[in-house]
């Protein structure tokens, strides 16, 4: 006889504790031992959380080289059936090679389970015949347990779920975030001592009364936008360094619906429009996205959302001035072009219209989609298709944590016929879906790459443009862990080819995330290990430095709300030297509407106490040397930028923090 020395480690997450019997079967290239119940000498307290617990299991003869093992689980006649969260397996052969089977996974019923050795395998190289049919039934199960939804037409897939506890268990949220989530949006107004308020359906009628509710609660650089939001230089800088980074761009020729004139831009000559877009120092902002988009109706008054185009320009002190904003996109007598010169409110009134245009494109396009909607894509078609043995799973697997069902409640608590964002946006409703399927149509593969982005909208030389600065080392740090991690496990291009469960990975996105249109430049297939290094660059970025950059700065950003309103009531003027403070007080959203942004941005923006950042993967999927020596070299890496991050924002007046790794969360969690 010989042994087989087990050792079995439970997960140190609240209720991974099993009290049913456990059994286990090790499987090998030369035969396969008896199923066996582990008994130790802990007794009931073997699978207890946290805990570590050795075993014996005896067989008449060597096994080989181990393939994976099964597990399963017995309730007994006095305890039902529960849950239990299995860490990893290590097993110690007679030979005294020690073999690791990363789990990580709920076993949640009576079910043999199938788990192969840590060992990376793509599906070529899996020549046992048992490991391939555990390949094929894993795979077999999770087509059952992810399936395609098309939430609404002409928009990215979902998955299908009829209530968040639908949701596989290894996908759902821990006890932990469960509990702050639904605290944070339960007591968000409470929190934020605007209870009372949100049924409040008047006018403010002066700025103190916003005073008052923002007060209440503020983040240093919500103080800061409060007191200067109304200043030209912050106005422009937001373009560069607030929660949407992505649409301004090099202005060489201006469009022929926007009439700017030097004349009106730099009167008294003191610069010639011409020369300034030759020397690269215009830009513009067009939100003709948003153009003859339908309004939301809310307190029963009709709502206003402009589609503006701004002209900034690149001043000698570095700083990005607005110098022309035309509200609508066809000019006309009643579409006036406001100027920095015009009266106080006019100019102030015209900023405002941007500011909520920019609310409307940066929740629907700039986050929603192109973060949330696309990392749910991503994670579907990586569960669906890739077995846990891949190396891709074990890349990707800690980038897809909680986004499935963070997505669910942003469905039913945001975006649907009752949610905030339907109920309180002036888009919420029918402009909801017609921005949402305009940004897709316009989506391209090289404006989720940064690199490209940047150079495709001309602002490589911008100056302090810190979103900017802080991604392109993100997304080289992270290029190079994925070059080094895939290099590891495909040394030609025909290995690439040749993995019908990569090959499925894209499909899958390319016809439920980018719905089979080819002119958005997404590949069908991948073809060589250079492509496939970029794609899955651009996914972990997107999962996780981009969604930061776009996601954790709303309340800095809106939480004082007349600097981002959410809505607004009034059109906009049609004849300049109309507009007063009290014009502006009766354009902003009403108290409800005000209070009710404020809250769902804090929701938002609010970090939970088990995030996990950029980098960390507390799963061990990798066992082998190598790739655990990559994997350490890219922590460093991205230890070493956040330092050089936190230096950098010491400097400055309003620190760009949201790419620092260290505040960056691993996936879209929230």
Request: glycine fraction near 6%; include cysteine; charge should be negative.
């Amino acid at each position: 006889m010989v042994q087989y020395k087990v050792t079995v480690f439970t997960g140190d997450l609240l209720n991974s504790t099993t009290l049913n019997n456990v059994f286990i079967k090790l499987v090998g290239t030369d035969g396969e031992s008896d199923r066996t119940w582990l008994m130790g000498l802990k007794g009931a307290s073997s699978f207890v959380r946290g805990a570590v617990s050795k075993f014996k299991v005896s067989c008449s003869t060597s096994l080989g080289n181990l393939v994976l093992i099964e597990l399963d689980k017995q309730s007994l006649p006095l305890f039902p059936e529960d849950a239990w969260f299995c860490a990893k397996v290590e097993v110690k052969s007679p030979e005294g090679d020690i073999y690791s089977f990363p789990i990580y996974r709920w076993i949640t019923d009576s079910k043999v389970h199938r788990f192969r050795d840590g060992k990376a395998l793509r599906v070529f190289e899996d020549n046992h015949h048992l490991g391939r049919y555990s390949r094929q039934q894993e795979i077999q199960q999770r087509e059952e347990d992810y399936r395609w939804d098309a939430y609404a037409e002409k928009i990215p897939h979902s998955m299908k779920a009829e209530n968040p506890f639908s949701l596989p268990y290894e996908v759902q949220f821990s006890f932990t975030k469960t509990t702050e989530f639904l605290y944070t949006a339960s007591t968000g107004l409470t929190e934020l001592k605007l209870k009372g308020l949100d049924n409040c359906k008047k006018k403010w009628d002066n700025i103190d009364s916003i005073n008052r509710v923002f007060c209440c609660k503020k983040t240093e650089i919500s103080e800061y936008v409060h007191e200067h939001w109304k200043e030209d230089a912050f106005f422009g800088y937001q373009f560069l360094n607030g929660v949407n980074p992505m649409l301004i761009q090099l202005c060489t020729a201006l469009p022929s619906n926007f009439p700017v004139t030097g004349d009106m831009v730099f009167p008294h000559g003191r610069y010639s429009l011409a020369d300034e877009m030759k020397k690269g120092n215009i830009f513009l902002c067009d939100y003709k996205r948003l153009d003859g988009v339908k309004a939301n109706t809310i307190n029963g008054k009709k709502q206003y959302l402009m589609a503006p185009l701004v002209l900034l320009h690149k001043a000698p002190d570095d700083k990005l001035m607005p110098i022309a904003i035309q509200l609508k996109q066809t000019p006309s007598d009643d579409n006036p072009i406001f100027l920095p010169t015009d009266s106080e409110y006019d100019w102030l009134i015209a900023k405002i219209f941007v500011r909520s245009a920019d609310f409307n494109e940066h929740q629907l396009n700039v986050h929603l989609l192109r973060t949330h909607l696309l990392a749910e894509v991503f994670a579907v078609s990586l569960l669906r298709n890739v077995p846990m043995v891949h190396p891709l799973y074990k890349l990707l697997k800690p980038h897809t944590r909680y986004t499935l069902q963070i997505n669910y409640l942003a469905r039913r608590l945001l975006i649907s016929d009752t949610g905030n964002f339907t109920q309180f946006a002036s888009s919420g409703g029918e402009g909801m879906f017609t921005i949402l399927q305009r940004s897709v149509s316009s989506l391209t593969y090289s404006s989720l790459c940064i690199p490209d982005d940047i150079a495709e909208r001309g602002v490589e030389a911008v100056p302090n443009f810190y979103y900017r600065d802080d991604g392109l080392k993100v997304w080289d740090i992270i290029h190079r862990f994925v070059q080094g991690m895939l290099s590891h496990y495909y040394k030609s291009d025909s290995e690439v080819e040749e993995d019908s469960e990569l090959q499925k990975w894209i499909l899958d996105i390319f016809e439920h995330g980018f719905l089979s249109q080819a002119e958005t430049g997404i590949p069908q297939t991948f073809t060589n290990v250079t492509e496939l290094i970029k794609f899955v660059t651009m996914v972990i970025y997107t999962c996780s430095a981009q969604h930061a950059a776009v996601n954790c700065g709303q309340f800095d950003y809106a939480g004082w709300m007349p600097n981002t309103p959410i809505s607004l009531q009034l059109p906009p003027p049609t004849t300049k030297g109309t507009t007063s403070e009290a014009t502006m007080l009766a354009t902003f959203p009403d108290v409800n509407v005000t209070v009710q942004g404020m809250a769902t941005v804090w929701l938002l923006s609010k970090q939970s106490s088990d995030f996990v950042p950029l980098g960390q993967y507390p799963e061990d999927h990798f066992t082998e040397e190598i790739p655990r020596k990559i994997l350490k070299d890219f922590q460093t890496e991205l230890e070493i930028l956040s330092g050089v991050i936190k230096a950098r924002n010491k400097h400055l007046k309003v620190p760009y923090t949201y790419m620092d790794p260290a505040v960056v969360e691993n996936s879209v969690a929230i």
